[in-house]
């Protein structure tokens, strides 16, 4: 696999989120927003995940791809966390 792009963006899982909840998330924008369901699945999830969960905790992720062309997204995911109080002011 080789490495394509590798970039941040911020989101603040809730305690106590379950993978559920995050799937929850996903389904209700890709309901919401049919006209956009034939863009990047990635785009899709990270673009409903940031609208849902914004927050103070930079996520980290990779895209691969691998000989075949087949495109993949490593994410690296902070433990939950509650904003500090400097972060809503």
């Known amino acids: 696999m080789s490495t394509i792009g590798t970039n941040q963006s911020w989101l603040s899982f809730p305690k106590g989120t379950t993978l559920g909840q995050v799937r929850d ?21 990270f673009g409903a ?20 062309g087949n495109v993949s997204v490593v994410l690296l995911i902070p433990e939950p966390c509650e904003p500090k109080k400097s972060d809503t002011n």
């Open 49 to 68: 995940l940031q609208e849902a969960f914004p927050g103070p905790a930079k996520i980290n992720y990779t895209l691969m791809k691998d000989k075949d």
């Open 25 to 45: 998330v996903v389904v209700k924008s890709l309901k919401d927003h049919p006209k956009d369901r034939n863009g990047s699945a990635f785009v899709l999830v």
